[in-house]
């Protein structure tokens, strides 16, 4: 199993001795190993750009070499044709269960500003703009050109996002990560690093808000903490509106991710029990929405 990927490994030009890669789980767009070269230890993340899912490799490149030009992300030390070899750091990942913590959420949101406003100073080249509704109308487009069953679903999120996009109404524009899975958090004792840049772009703070909130089970009290944290002030009742307002369209869109996959990706990960899992957790998050 991923011979030709260890291949292709073993045979970059940057190794100064004997070279051991290991599968690295985890990926859901791409391949990832650890290999360590004698002296050192790195990552190494392969795969192909994605248009279906707006992920394009350049882009992440740019991105992940401007976090770690920000403070935020170890140094990217090779790439080649979607290739990314990375420097390893010894780490503890986070869970979902940590990112809610005092210890931990001041510190995640603290990331998450330097990302929102550093990030823009160090990024070279072009950059895209990760706006969820654009997203999940091309999902929809997608879904539909593969005759997915979930399409009769999908026409009424549709209807809800639209409504979802009106309530938020104009944005603050950051430079957003738009994946802030627990996995994608590390703790080294020290610091925290943020990684994974593959949906990096502008986009309001609400959407790594929300997203934070969802994909890592926040309580009501402690997504008052973290946008309290964030905006130094507590949340008024309009900004909590708009807030929710995303955070279910981060859940949708995450649904409907999970409803491309099933369709398109190659990788080995059971995508119609995510696109379930996802789909209860949208309703519970709306259902909240529309009776507050």
Known sequence: MHEAEINRIQALP??????????????????????????????????????????????????????HAAGLSPEVVFADHG?????????????????????????????????HHDMPRHMRGPALMFWVFHVI?????????????????????????DNLETVIGPIELVFGHNDLMAANILDDGTRLWLIDWDYAGFNTPLFDLGGLASNNNLTEAQEHDMLTLYYGTPPSAALLR?????????????????MVSEVISELDIDYAAYTAENIDRFARAHTAFTQA
């Open 83 to 115: 290739l990314t070899v990375i420097r390893h750091i010894e780490s503890k990942t986070l869970g979902e269960s940590d990112v809610g913590q005092p210890r931990y959420l001041p510190r995640i949101v603290e990331l998450m500003c330097r990302c």
């Open 242 to 258: 708009r807030y929710h307002a995303m955070k279910c369209a981060s859940l949708m869109r995450e649904v409907m991710w999970s």
């Open 14 to 67: 940057i190794w100064q001795g004997s070279v051991e890669a290991t599968p690295l789980g985890g990926g859901r767009t791409n391949l990832n190993f650890t290999v360590a070269d004698g002296a050192q230890k790195y990552v190494v993340r392969l795969g192909q750009g994605i248009p279906a899912h707006h992920v394009m490799r350049f882009n992440e490149l740019a991105a992940s070499r401007a976090a």
């Open 137 to 161: 109308r091309d999902y929809a487009a997608t879904l539909a050109a593969h005759s997915s069953p979930y399409q009769a679903k999908v026409a009424h999120y549709l209807k809800i996002a």
